[in-house]
């Protein structure tokens, strides 16, 4: 683990297998982290925010990201291997990804020396008034395994830019490929302790990070049960949060939509990455009239994806990555079937010759689904897509909001007058118009509702990692009445 610029074993001297989920078997393994482990981290974090951090300017620190970005650049191949293997996501969808993530790195490391406050026009005479943006301190970064380096940049590179420095857990099911994000900051040239990183499990590592009086921002994406959790345990400490917990978003299609590209549109929602994202559409509501024919249309496409090792370019869907994820959907599939739902294709774990013994699930779509259901209101987060017919825009707002969650919505329409008024009308962060699964560094990314707390993403994104100081200076030399208040 890399704790204020040192590789250094676990205090308790054990590690855990990290899975291959294509073969189902161990292929690395990780240090067990625990409170000692976090407690030297913090310190270290702590001492570096105290000392050789704070010294460096703004551009200076934004070198040092730009830098990062170069070096992620360089390593992309490697990274997004590492990457597939631990996790499965395919080579061909990580390539690119690791192509991008750099983005994040060279817009914040723009932004880092652009954090300006203001001068106050102050309606006091003979006092000067001014704000400082400040950053917070220690950020304890918690992340998941379905995208482990574009989620931790997410909370990372703005974190940086701003000025605080950073403990990052990566999830237990995906370690790996963090060591190697931690080499290249060594290597960009980043002073001891900005970045640390502690591997294991949520409570043994999770929860003393979420709990040491010296962290003052937790900044989690994960499951919506943890992150209440994580959020009730920052709040004895008062400390900052950002919470990107998942959802149930659905994508809405019209009778007048291009129903090719809907068709795809919906395809890539739900089985992309295994339709382990956040974002996953995997609630399609398809209007009456068009039901059918789109349904027939769904089902050719989604017959044709190819399964298979992720490190093969040509795989279009990869393994569950994990056991427990793998056993969950299982479990959703025999929920819905259970509650009346109709499977119309999959609908069970994948057979095929070229999945091996690996954790695959084949792309399964259900019809005849009741809003009411299980499986139209729980985050399945695998290959399972529920279809509801609706009636009119009023009817497909209603179905649509009605969920806890509120991360994302897809609206295929050709109506300029329809787009308008569903983005406005739909509860989600994040409303795509005949489109879907599209992120960047600039825009801002997030939940309404039950999926999250704060923005990543953009420039509103740095202020979640920076608090406001407002500096008062006397320029008349009077002193006033000490008995009351200025
Ligand atoms: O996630 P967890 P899990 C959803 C998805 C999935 C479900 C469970 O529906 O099926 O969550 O997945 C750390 N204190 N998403 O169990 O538990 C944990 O070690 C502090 C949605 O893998 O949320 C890991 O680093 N930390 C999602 C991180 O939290 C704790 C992404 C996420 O794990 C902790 C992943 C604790 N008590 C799953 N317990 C999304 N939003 O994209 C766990 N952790």
């Known amino acids: 683990m890399l704790i204020g ?118 309606d006091k005479p003979g006092v000067f008034n001014f704000t400082r ?60 302790g900005v970045v640390n990183i502690i591997t294991g499990f949520g409570n043994e590592v999770g929860e003393p990070l979420i709990t040491h009086q010296d962290v003052a921002k937790v900044a989690f994406t994960g499951g919506d049960k943890t992150g209440e959790h994580v959020y009730g345990l920052a709040a004895r400490g008062i400390k900052h949060v950002t919470l990107e917990l998942g959802g149930k ?49 769904l089902l050719d496409l989604a017959k ?34 259970e509650e009346g739902a109709v499977c119309r294709l999959g609908g069970a774990p994948a057979q095929r010759e070229e999945c091996g013994s690996g954790w695959f699930v084949e792309p399964t779509i259900f019809t005849g689904v009741n809003p009411e259901m299980r499986i139209a209101n729980e985050e399945v987060f695998g290959p399972v897509l529920s279809v509801i017919p609706f009636d009119d825009e009023d009817e497909a707002v209603r179905i649509a909001n009605n969920t806890v969650y509120g991360l994302a919505a897809g609206v295929w329409t050709q109506s300029i007058r329809r787009a308008l008024l569903m983005s406005e009308r739909l509860e989600a962060g994040t409303v795509w118009v005949n489109t879907y699964r599209a992120v960047s560094y600039m825009s801002p990314f997030g939940g309404y509702k039950r999926s999250g707390i704060g923005r990543e993403s953009g420039i509103d994104a740095i202020r979640d990692y920076l608090q406001t100081k407002s500096v008062w200076i006397d320029i008349a030399g009077n002193a006033p009445n000490p008995f009351v208040m200025r």
């Open 5 to 122: 610029g040192k590789w250094v074993d676990p205090a308790s001297a054990e590690w855990f297998e990290s899975m291959n989920p294509f073969t189902a078997k161990p292929w690395a393994l990780v240090p067990r982290g625990s409170k000692a482990d976090v407690d030297q981290a913090i310190a270290a974090a702590k001492c570096a925010f105290l000392g050789e951090w704070r010294k460096l300017t703004a551009t200076a620190r934004g070198a040092l990201l730009h830098k990062f970005g170069d070096l992620v650049a360089a390593e992309a191949q490697r990274l997004a291997e590492i990457e597939s293997t631990d996790n499965g996501k395919l080579i061909a969808e990580m390539r690119g990804q690791l192509n991008y993530i750099p983005q994040w790195f060279y817009y914040y490391g723009g932004l880092a020396d652009k954090i300006e406050g203001r001068v106050i026009p102050i």
């Open 304 to 337: 044709t994806a190819r399964m298979g090792n992720p490190l093969d370019a040509s795989t279009q869907v990869g393994p569950v990555t994990t056991r427990p994820q793998y056993e969950k959907i299982l479990d959703y599939i025999r929920i819905a079937k």
């Open 249 to 297: 978003s659905a994508n809405i299609v019209f009778d007048d939509a291009d129903l090719d590209q809907a068709v795809k549109g919906v395809v890539s929602g739900i089985f992309a990455a295994t339709g382990q994202t956040c974002i996953a559409g995997s609630r399609a509501l398809i209007h009456r009239s068009i039901h059918a024919e789109f349904v027939e249309r």
């Open 133 to 192: 943006e400040e950053p917070l301190g220690v950020v304890a970064a918690i992340t998941p395994w379905n995208s482990p380096l574009l989620l931790a940049t997410w909370k990372l590179a703005p974190a940086l830019a701003a000025g605080n420095t950073v403990v990052w857990k990566p999830s237990e099911f995906s370690s790996v490929s963090a060591f190697a994000f931690g080499e290249l900051f060594e290597k960009a040239g980043f002073p001891p």
